[in-house]
C-alpha cells in the first residue's frame, strides 16, 4: 500500500513539473512518440519479414528458423507499447462515449478530466509495478524455455515506459483541458470514426 502512496506522489509531481514547463514538455511528449511509433513501425516489418523467412525456411528448405515464435511473441509487447501514448495523444483509442457525448459540456469537461485523473494514476501503477517486474527477470536472467533462449527482460521492460509514457501524456492531457491558453492544443485527427465536440 506505502509504493501504491508513492506513486501517487509521483504523479503529482510529476503534474507539478508538467505544469511548469508546459509547451516544451508538449513538444518533447511529441518528438519522444513519434521516435517510439516508428520503431514501432520497424518491429512490425522486422517480425513480418522474419515470419516470410520462417515460412520460406520450412517449406521450401525444410530447416525452420530455432526459436522464432518465442522471438516474435517478445516482440509484440514492443510493438504495442511503443505506439501506446502516441495513439492517446491523437484520441485514436476505442472508447464508450455515448452517455458522455450526451451530457452539457462542462459536465463532459469535468468527467474527461476525472476519467484522465484515474487512468494516469492507473497507468502510473501499472508502470511502477511492471517495472519490477521487468527488474525482477533482468536480474536472474530469464530466458525463454526453447532455443535459442532469447532474454525476457527487454520484453518486459517495454512494458513500464509504455505505461510511464501513457500516464505522463494523460497527465498532460488533464493539463490541456485545466489550462488550455498555457498549453498547445491537443492533437486529434479527425477521422470518419471520430465524434467530433
Not at 8 to 34: H, Q, S
Not at 143 to 155: A, F, R
Not at 163 to 174: D, E, N, P, S, T
Request: aromatic letters at 12%; one cysteine or more.
Amino acid at each position: 500500500m506505502i509504493e501504491l502512496l508513492y506513486v501517487i506522489l509521483t504523479v503529482l509531481a510529476a503534474a507539478g513539473v508538467v505544469a511548469l514547463v508546459a509547451t516544451k514538455t508538449e513538444l518533447f511528449m511529441r518528438y519522444i512518440e513519434d521516435i517510439l511509433t516508428y520503431c514501432s513501425v520497424v518491429l512490425i516489418l522486422g517480425v513480418m519479414l522474419w515470419v516470410v523467412g520462417e515460412v520460406i525456411g520450412r517449406y521450401v528448405f525444410n530447416s525452420p528458423l530455432p526459436g522464432h515464435l518465442e522471438g516474435a511473441e517478445l516482440l509484440l509487447p514492443m510493438i504495442v507499447f511503443f505506439g501506446v501514448s502516441y495513439v492517446q495523444a491523437r484520441d485514436g483509442h476505442v472508447g464508450m462515449t455515448f452517455v458522455v457525448d450526451a451530457l452539457p459540456k462542462k459536465v463532459r469537461r469535468v468527467t474527461d478530466i476525472l476519467s484522465l485523473i484515474v487512468s494516469a494514476l492507473t497507468c502510473a501503477a501499472l508502470a511502477y509495478f511492471s517495472s519490477k517486474n521487468a527488474w525482477l527477470a533482468w536480474s536472474y536472467e530469464d530466458v525463454t524455455m526453447s532455443p535459442p533462449y532469447w532474454p525476457v527482460w527487454p520484453s518486459a521492460a517495454v512494458i513500464p515506459l509504455g505505461y510511464g509514457m501513457l500516464a505522463f501524456r494523460m497527465i498532460l492531457q488533464v493539463m490541456q483541458k485545466l489550462v488550455p491558453q498555457k498549453f498547445p492544443s491537443p492533437i486529434v485527427e479527425h477521422s470518419d470514426l471520430h465524434v467530433a465536440e
